[in-house]
């Protein structure tokens, strides 16, 4: 449609022959017209590639959204992981602390249990020897 009407600025001559109407142009107006298509060619190229580079640009746009997502989840996942081992670490500390204590409790009744026993073997024997 686009070319048809920019042929329509040449002069035509027509000639019909067997019934069928043919338009005849100079040699001039031939290249001039061969000129037009090889640059509507050319043009129609550069909008192929356009648009295989758009969708091949759209397709890398979605494909970082989508690494996007999963490093969004990896990271929740190490924030849970990392709250869970922070729980077990206050936990065992927790254990520690009270298993620290009682060593310190066991001693404390060891030392009363030694001295208190030294006290009555030695009662005992000066009650003996006496």
Do not use: P
């Amino acid at each position: 449609m686009i070319f048809w009407i920019s042929l329509t600025g040449f002069s035509q001559r027509k000639i019909v022959q067997n019934n069928d109407t043919l338009i005849c142009f100079t040699q001039h107006q031939s290249k001039q017209i061969l000129k037009a298509i090889a640059k509507l060619n050319y043009y129609d190229s550069l909008v192929s590639i356009n648009e295989a580079e758009q969708n091949l640009f759209q397709d890398q746009i979605k494909l970082l959204q989508q690494s996007n997502d999963l490093l969004l989840l990896k990271n929740s996942n190490f924030d849970n992981l990392l709250e869970i081992k922070n729980a077990q670490l206050n936990q065992a500390n927790q254990t520690n602390k009270s298993l620290e204590k009682e060593v310190k409790k066991q001693k404390i009744l060891k030392t009363i249990f030694c001295f208190g026993s030294g006290i009555i073997c030695s009662a005992i024997t000066y009650l003996v020897v006496k």
